[in-house]
């Protein structure tokens, strides 16, 4: 408890800007609610003196209150960044269309997409027909012809 006693609003700002610095070499989305509850801490200790024990809860308290109205919003709004992560890339080219660099054969081909060569299934189709990609089913793309 005295180390809380003995720390000074520009303590609370100095470890909010240690948290801060940590969020961002290592974000996790926490660090920074923690180092928002040291900023308020040492603002309101800058405007009104509080004894340690009061300190020690406005930080825990504020502490935890974020960071659970934080899970909470990300819970009801989930981030649509990285929609398209790797491991589901072939999404991203359902609605385009390629054409096709071998036919389609017993149910099975090659499209040009991009810069790349993709496996693709659907109803036999010659070289060289536009097709669009409806779905995806494993790692192939699944087609139709856009005639």
Not at 83 to 110: D, M
Request: net charge neutral; proline share 3%.
């Amino acid at each position: 408890m005295e180390l809380i006693e003995a720390m000074t609003p520009w303590h609370w700002l100095a470890l909010a800007g240690a948290l801060f610095i940590m969020e961002v070499l290592m974000p996790a989305a926490f660090f920074l609610w923690i180092g928002i509850a040291a900023t308020v801490t040492g603002l309101l200790l800058l405007l009104v003196d509080i004894s340690a024990e009061a300190r020690l809860l406005i930080f825990s308290t504020l502490s935890i209150v974020s960071i659970v109205l934080s899970r909470l919003y990300l819970k009801r709004h989930p981030s649509k960044a990285g929609s398209f992560a790797l491991s589901r890339r072939g999404e991203q080219y359902i609605g385009r269309t390629f054409t096709l660099v071998k036919p389609i054969e017993n149910g099975v081909g090659k499209a040009q997409v991009e810069d790349s060569l993709w496996r693709v299934v659907g109803e036999d189709m010659p070289e060289g027909t536009r097709v669009t990609v409806t779905g995806i089913r494993g790692s192939s793309l699944v087609v139709e012809n856009a005639g």
